[in-house]
């Protein structure tokens, strides 16, 4: 089970930083993605972390602004957000896949085994 949170109204230039925390289940070996959902658009993926120690991968369109990081002690992935900017509204929804030896993380929807409910984001 993943439940986000952290999610609110806030104005443009300050700072957001979101959580996911894991149930049933560990990250330790895990990819993690938080993926976005705008108003009137499909969601798409921004970031993800591969928590074995293999890096993490944002979209160019939030790079520089989004922070993904983990807490393994917590199980829990964090996504920070600075500075906000209008278009980051939306839904913020992550999403759990188990990492065997080969698997390559990615931003990929379907490959997401697990998903939470998904906390808003509302910047104005």
């Known amino acids: 089970q993943l439940v986000e949170s952290g999610g609110g109204s806030v104005q443009p230039g300050r700072s957001l930083t979101l959580s996911c925390v894991v149930s049933g289940g560990t990250i330790s070996r895990a990819c993690m993605g938080w993926f976005r959902q705008a108003p009137g658009k499909e969601r798409g993926g921004v970031a993800w972390?591969?928590?074995?120690?293999?890096?993490?991968r944002y979209v160019d369109s939030v790079k520089g602004r989004f922070t993904i990081f983990q807490d393994n002690g917590k199980n829990t992935v964090s996504l920070q957000i600075s500075p906000l900017k209008s278009e980051d509204t939306g839904m913020y929804y992550c999403a759990y896949r188990t990492a065997y030896l080969a698997t390559s993380c990615s931003l990929k929807a379907i490959t997401y085994e697990s998903w939470g409910r998904g906390t808003q984001v509302t910047v104005s």
């Open positions: 972390i591969d928590t074995r120690g293999r890096g993490s």
